[in-house]
T-cell receptor, first 112, second 114 residues
Framework: GQQLNQSPQSMFIQEGEDVSMNCTSS?????WLWYKQDPGEGPVLLIA?????ELTSNGRLTAQFGITRKDSFLNISASIPSDVGIYFC????????????FGTGTRLQVTL | EPEVTQTPSHQVTQMGQEVILRCVPI?????FYWYRQILGQKVEFLVS????????KSEIFDDQFSVERPDGSNFTLKIRSTKLEDSAMYFC????????????FGPGTRLTVT
């Protein structure tokens, strides 16, 4: 099956620092979504990417759809304590079902 | 802002019992999904549902699982005879019209099978 690996697996940063994480796939997707999950809650959609090479921002978050269509990147600028959580990438190949294949997640810890 | 809701938030059941997990998707959405997440692991696709029928299901979604949209608002997942390994968070998600691929997730139901 399709494998989505995220790196790093976890990261500890200080408040105010910038964060970069990435997601690589064994196969092509034509849409990438990034989600944040807090403990015991559902994934919350952050950014959606629809075209190879596309760069999209949502506040302090910026994500890019890799040109090979097998990877995606998420950057968070000037991190704050509420950025703590697990960040998941999810790829899909559009069709009737358009199921999401989730990555392994990056756990972010922010220290004051 | 419209959101997906799920009930109950936590369900404890004995092995072999039937459970029904309920979801109310966002009101004008057309595509519905169930995913599950075993503690500490990634989210896994179970089933997608469109136009009152299953459009795709994963290997996990065996004969013990079924989905239904009994009325215009609810979307349910039934597990007929629960096993210990069914213990997980179950998330419902929905998306809008064709061409819009953003899926919005509910808060989840934590299922504990003892």
């Amino acid at each position: 099956g399709q494998q989505l690996n995220q790196s790093p697996q976890s990261m500890f940063i200080q408040e105010g620092e910038d964060v970069s994480m990435n997601c690589t796939s064994s196969s092509i997707f034509n849409t990438w979504l990034w989600y944040k999950q807090d403990p015991g809650e559902g994934p919350v959609l952050l950014i959606a990417l629809y075209k190879a090479g596309e760069l999209t921002s949502n506040g302090r978050l910026t994500a890019q759809f890799g040109i090979t269509r097998k990877d995606s990147f998420l950057n968070i600028s000037a991190s704050i304590p509420s950025d703590v959580g697990i960040y998941f990438c999810a790829g899909l190949y559009t069709g009737t079902a358009s199921k999401l294949t989730f990555g392994t997640g990056t756990r972010l810890q922010v220290t004051l | 802002e419209p959101e997906v809701t799920q009930t109950p938030s936590h369900q404890v059941t004995q092995m072999g019992q039937e459970v029904i997990l309920r979801c109310v998707p966002i009101s004008n959405h057309l595509y519905f999904y169930w995913y599950r997440q075993i503690l500490g692991q990634k989210v896994e696709f179970l089933v997608s549902f469109y136009n009152n029928e299953i459009s795709e299901k994963s290997e996990i979604f065996d004969d013990q699982f079924s989905v239904e949209r009994p009325d215009g608002s609810n979307f349910t997942l039934k597990i007929r005879s629960t096993k210990l390994e069914d213990s997980a968070m179950y998330f419902c998600a929905s998306r809008g019209r064709a061409g819009s691929y953003e899926q919005y997730f509910g808060p989840g139901t934590r299922l504990t099978v003892t």
